[in-house]
């Protein structure tokens, strides 16, 4: 940790992410421009960064000042997903771009963040592209949300396999609503032995997350684990306008 907040700039190429630790956070106030990049292989790394960055980049930035400007998302697919939360935080943006000192980004970019109200999430989200430590799924897992936490998970084998991963940690963390986003990198795929952390990049794609988010705008928990569900081609609606449309941004 000592190391890390006396360099320049600070490369976390790591089995398992620590965008949310507190090395990181430390990292940026001493200075240092931090790129967090768990898991990524050669191939992610030649892939989803031989894209036009730019274009991911300002997209990813419009789309952020959107989601800055909006007061309540609305996520919806054809699965069955219709979860609802108050916006209001500052958006984190991972567009590639880490310029500046004390900035943080990450590989691969083109992803769009925000931490809700605290306490208001609401509804069902349908995850049918791989759950963090669960890995890409075979059948959808349905995550229940009411009033900012996880109360229930339905579905086959994969779903009982996240009820008994998040019970082993014995934390009650562990089941409130973390973060939402989107991704807007078309060299983004679910690939991997641990695919979610490239998935939250995925172009047109959206993402849930239970756990940690203290070290994001916004965000109050700490938790043993940041768990993202990866949502295929949703439809995402701010203020009752239609932003992303089953998979294709309307901006």
Same mark, same amino acid.
């Given at each position: +940790?000592?190391?890390? #907040?006396?360099?320049?700039? @600070? ?22 421009? @931090?790129?967090? +990049?768990?898991? !990524? ?25 959107? @989601? ?7 996520m919806t697919t054809p699965g069955g997903t219709d979860i609802t939360m108050a916006l209001g935080h500052?958006?984190?943006? =991972? ?25 208001? !999430?609401?509804?069902? #989200?349908?995850?049918? =592209? ?12 349905? +995550? ?6 996880? !109360? =229930? ?13 998040? #019970?082993?940690? /014995? ?8 973060? %939402?986003? +989107? =991704?807007?990198?078309?060299? #983004? ?15 047109? %794609? ?14 109050? !928990? ?23 449309? /089953? ?5």
């Amino acid at each position: +940790m000592a190391a890390a #907040a006396n360099v320049d700039v @600070v490369f976390l190429h790591t089995t398992f992410s620590l965008s949310h630790s507190d090395l990181r956070v430390k990292a940026q106030r001493a200075g240092a421009r @931090v790129i967090s +990049m768990p898991g !990524v292989s050669e191939d992610c790394f030649l892939r989803t960064l031989s894209v036009d960055i730019r274009k991911v980049a300002d997209l990813a930035n419009r789309v952020a000042d959107r @989601v800055a400007a909006a007061k309540k998302m609305r996520m919806t697919t054809p699965g069955g997903t219709d979860i609802t939360m108050a916006l209001g935080h500052p958006v984190t943006v =991972g567009d590639g771009l880490c310029l500046e000192p004390g900035e943080l980004d990450f590989f691969p970019p083109g992803l769009v963040l925000h931490v809700p109200r605290e306490g208001s !999430v609401q509804g069902r #989200a349908v995850v049918d =592209g791989s759950i963090t430590r669960i890995g890409r799924l075979a059948n959808p897992v349905t +995550m229940l949300f009411q009033d900012g936490r996880l !109360v =229930g998970i339905e579905g086959g084998p994969e779903a009982y396999r996240l009820q008994e991963l998040l #019970a082993g940690f /014995q934390d009650d963390s562990v089941y409130m609503f973390a973060a %939402w986003g +989107m =991704g807007t990198n078309p060299g #983004a795929a679910l690939l991997g032995e641990e695919p979610s952390f490239e998935g939250e990049r995925i172009y047109g %794609w959206g993402h849930v997350s239970t756990g940690s988010n203290a070290s994001f705008p916004g965000g109050t !928990v700490k938790a043993p684990i940041d768990l993202d569900g990866i949502i295929a081609n949703p439809t995402v609606y701010l203020d009752g306008e239609v932003i992303l449309s /089953q998979g294709e941004f309307r901006i």
